[in-house]
């Protein structure tokens, strides 16, 4: 069974720094895709970043040169969040695209005080 753990989560001050972490039950280049999401209250879920299996990466527009997702060789995908704003607050999914179908962490939260 595939397994997906977010980490890193907590509470940051605008223009602050996280790295969230995403522990994988297996190596991150065996899904066709990774990627990083994010939910607030009232809104649907939104791609933050996502990474393909060749590497190619795309993020979502309101983060795009602030925050970089990356794996390591193992089991492990980043997601490095700079410029934090009180915008970026929510609760952050991992979520790998394996053999047919999606499967979600649990969710870390994120909050950014202004």
């Known amino acids: 069974q595939v397994q997906l753990v977010e980490s890193g989560g907590g509470l940051v001050q605008a223009g602050g720094s996280l790295r969230l972490s995403c522990a994988v039950s297996r190596a991150t280049f065996s899904f066709d895709s990774m990627g990083w999401y994010r939910q607030v209250p009232g809104k649907e879920r939104e791609l933050v970043a996502a990474?393909?299996?060749?590497?190619?990466t795309r993020y979502g527009d309101s983060v795009k040169g602030r925050f970089t997702i990356s794996r390591d060789v193992r089991n492990t995908l980043y997601l490095q969040m700079n410029s934090l704003k009180s915008e970026d607050t929510g609760v952050y999914y991992c979520k790998g695209y394996f053999r047919g179908r999606d499967v979600w962490g649990q969710g870390t939260h994120v909050t950014v005080s202004s």
């Open positions: 990474m393909v299996s060749n590497g190619i």
